[in-house]
């Protein structure tokens, strides 16, 4: 069993998916320092669980996914909190989820503001309802987006819708961010958790070290630091060596369905 706390619930779902809720939804689950830490600690377990293979997180209650960070618990930080502040949520959220070995989705219904978009978009898939608004609004607070959104926001949309979304502040609903590339699918809200479902079944059917490898592959390609053609060479040559590649071409061959354990 998943660990949970009152800030962060866990749920198993079929297709060894867990769901992962935001739980302040009288703050429109903003992301405080509590909630960033219990959040850290439930991926750090749910990525040691092998009975987990795909992670689905959405926020409580109806009117939002993540409204943002608790704008009161930083009003007053000095320009090294801020920092802090900063490198703390990178470490131990955002950065860790894109670069999660197993694959997670955003489920986005209502409001996904400032951290609450930064954390749909550390996410590898994001799926949102019609009722769902996306924006970045900090300029109007005098601060910038503070969890990557300069970065990943352009890697997604471009750096001129970029721009547009963070020097207005303004925000766009679902359907924009579907044309803009920033949502796979939107859906209406009482089918958000089925289609994050149709598509954790599909990923659980498929080799957990091949997706692994697959999620390393494809962010060495945003990595500017990493040659990405590279480090596909050296994932593809290491798969050869797993036993879910033995499994993978031996079930092909034998005409019947793969029984991949990620190994």
């Known amino acids: 069993m998943i660990a949970t706390s009152p800030y962060v619930l866990t749920e198993m779902l079929e297709h060894h998916t867990l769901l992962i809720t935001i739980n302040r939804p009288d703050k429109l689950n903003a992301l405080n320092r509590k909630t960033i830490d219990d959040l850290h600690e ?5 990525e040691q669980n092998k009975e987990v293979r795909c992670l689905i997180i959405k926020g409580a209650g109806e009117k939002a996914f993540v409204a943002g960070a ?50 749909a978009l550390a996410c590898h898939i994001r799926v949102a309802t019609t009722a769902s608004k996306l924006g970045f609004p900090e300029v109007g607070l005098g601060v910038i987006p503070g969890y990557g959104g300069t970065q990943r926001l352009a890697h997604l949309v471009g750096k001129g819708k970029a ?3 963070i020097l207005t502040g303004n925000m766009i609903d679902a359907n924009d961010g579907y044309k803009w590339g920033l949502i796979n699918h939107v859906v209406a809200p009482q089918e958000l958790i089925s289609k994050c479902l149709e598509l954790a079944k599909s990923i659980s059917t498929k080799s957990p070290t091949a997706i692994a490898a697959a999620i390393r ?14 480090v596909e060479i050296e994932e593809f040559g290491k798969s050869f060596g797993t036993e879910d590649f033995k499994e993978g071409v031996g079930a092909f061959l034998e005409k019947r369905k793969p029984n991949f354990q990620g190994n």
């Open 42 to 46: 439930v991926l750090v377990e749910a």
């Open 70 to 119: 608790d704008i009161a618990e930083f009003a007053h930080y000095s320009v090294e909190e801020g920092k802090q502040m900063s490198a703390h949520g990178h470490f131990k959220i955002f950065n860790f989820l894109e670069n999660y070995s197993k694959p997670t989705i955003a489920a986005i219904h209502g409001f996904a503001l400032g951290g609450g978009l930064e954390l």
């Open 163 to 165: 721009f547009e979304m």
């Open 217 to 230: 592959a494809i962010n060495a390609g945003y990595n500017p630091q990493l040659n990405g053609y590279e």
